[in-house]
């Protein structure tokens, strides 16, 4: 490995510090509330533990997906490494953000899906960065219409679950948010399974 290789492999070790720190830090937040979602009842428990599971699995498929996509496109010193490397970071806050949100008694999905929202432009911007920098022509429709499509799903679905269960079901308050935040929780475990195994297969071949 090149003195060039290794400094740039240290910025992956980085990140990975990072997500460790960040994992670590949510189950230490996760840990107080699922005990007091238990103490409110069985159906807040339940729900607690389904949005945590939700949005853990959307922080394990950027954390798998980071580590092949890093492999297929490596660091080099050089300034669009950097931007990348910074949007790294960014997106490593954003997650940090989405955990803290999520793993509370209450969460609020409209601060979800716009977290969620935000790290996927990032991500956006990190496949335009890769493909400039090692020159990889054509197949950006691939890279940036996933996440765009992501995007415009969350926000349809919210509003599609607050329109049922508003006008239909006849919920309001709390009851409405939470079948909201349902909906949302596992719309974003959805397409955090099919993503993580859309990336897995394509970077694999």
Known sequence: ??????????????????????????????????????????????????VGISIFSF??????????????????????????????????????????????????????????????CAAVAWHLLARQEHDVVGGISSAVLPHVSFIAVYWIVAFVAAQIGEEIIGLDGTALSSLILIIVSTTILFISLFRWNQIIKKVAV
């Open 59 to 120: 922080v394990v498929y950027d954390i798998a997906v980071y580590h092949a996509l890093t492999n297929k496109f490596p660091f080099d010193m050089t300034s669009l490494s950097f931007l990348r490397f910074y949007l790294d970071l960014v997106m490593a806050f954003t997650l940090y953000l989405l955990m803290a949100n999520a793993f509370q008694l209450h969460p609020d999905w409209v601060s979800i899906i716009a977290a969620v929202s935000f790290w996927h």
């Open 1 to 50: 490995m090149t003195i060039t290789a290794e400094q740039s492999q240290r910025w992956v070790w980085f990140i990975d510090v990072v997500f460790g720190a960040i994992v670590a830090l949510g189950i230490q937040i996760y840990e107080p509330v699922a005990r007091e979602a238990w103490s409110q009842g069985v159906s807040e428990f339940l729900l607690t533990i389904f």
